[in-house]
C-alpha cells in the first residue's frame, strides 16, 4: 500500500464520519423543530 493509498482511506473514513455526524444533527434538529413549532403556536 503507497503512502497516497492510506492518506485517501483516511480521508474516506473521516468524510463518511463527517456525513454520520450531520446527518445525525440534522435528524436532530428536524425531530425538535416540530417541538418548537408546537410550542410557539399554542
Do not use: H, P
Not at 485517501?8 to 425531530?31: A, D, E, H, P
Request: aromatic share 20%; net charge positive; charged share 25%.
Amino acid at each position: 500500500m503507497s503512502c497516497e493509498e492510506g492518506a485517501g482511506k483516511k480521508v474516506l473514513k473521516f468524510v463518511t464520519r463527517l456525513q454520520k455526524n450531520i446527518s445525525s444533527v440534522f435528524r436532530f434538529y428536524l425531530i425538535n423543530k416540530d417541538q418548537y413549532f408546537k410550542f410557539f403556536l399554542n
